[in-house]
């Protein structure tokens, strides 16, 4: 089955402690994206990777990082969380950037800093 | 800078009811503009996606238009469900970022009453 997996689905952490949220898709996408969700926001865009080891800087990327090492792995890393990191974050793949392309959304990750 | 605003933010109506949800965008500058839908507790499902060349596009009892002067699109559905209930997001990808970034409304939370 295509799809785009993500872990955890769930995560309670605390200030400070590193984590990482990864994503995995199966459909040998080229393109892949995170995205938070907040309450009367939206999807912001956080990263996105146009293809191995290429990466840029979405409209709210501070406070992450990514890599892009595999074509079908996308890691979001927090190296320090704070509470204003708790959010509902989801990951997306597509073929690639065009004009035509659907993004394929993973189930999402809850995230709670405290 | 593109913003994507949804009225209205929420909406209740009778099944069997047609029903129009609204999406307005700041620049008319993009490759296409993607209606998705969002249960609770899951990702996004992409449900039609219009380029900038096209007017509307059909699936089902769905139909979206895009008017690119103007910077709006709408969905309709037709004959709602109860199973139609979920929130309805509409996204675009400007032109200015290449097709690699995508901006979000906030989205029509849509309730249908059996």
């Known amino acids: 089955e295509a799809q785009v997996t993500q872990n955890p689905r769930y995560l309670i952490t605390v200030t400070g402690k590193k984590l990482t949220v990864t994503c995995s898709q199966n459909?040998?996408?080229?393109?892949m994206s995170w995205y938070r969700q907040d309450p009367g926001l939206g999807l912001r865009q956080i990263y996105y990777?146009?293809?191995?080891?290429?990466?840029d800087k979405g409209d709210v990327p501070e406070g992450y990082k990514v890599s892009r090492k595999e074509k079908r792995n996308f890691p979001l890393i927090l190296e320090s969380p704070s509470p204003n990191q708790t959010s509902l974050y989801f990951c997306?793949?597509?073929?690639?950037?065009?004009?035509?392309?659907?993004?394929?959304f993973g189930p999402g990750t809850r995230l709670t800093v405290l | 800078k593109q913003e994507v605003t949804q009225i209205p933010a929420a909406l209740s109506v009778p099944e069997g009811e047609n029903l129009v949800l609204n999406c307005s965008f700041t620049?008319?500058?993009?490759?296409?503009l993607q209606w998705f839908r969002q249960d609770p507790g899951k990702g996004l499902t992409s449900l039609l996606l219009?380029?900038?060349?096209?007017r509307e596009q059909t699936s089902g009892r769905l139909n979206a238009s895009l008017d690119k002067s103007s910077g709006r699109s709408t969905l309709y559905i037709a004959a709602s469900q109860p199973g139609d209930s979920a929130t309805y997001l509409c996204?675009?990808?400007?032109?200015?970022?290449?097709?690699?970034?995508?901006?979000f409304g906030a989205g029509t939370r849509l309730f249908v009453k059996a």
């Open positions: 997306a793949s597509s073929f690639d950037s065009g004009v035509t392309d659907t993004q394929y």
């Open positions: 459909m040998n996408h080229e393109y």
């Open positions: 990777s146009m293809n191995v080891e290429v990466t």
């Open positions: 620049d008319s500058a993009i490759y296409n």
């Open positions: 219009i380029q900038s060349s096209q």
């Open positions: 996204a675009v990808k400007p032109e200015n970022t290449g097709g690699f970034k995508t901006i």
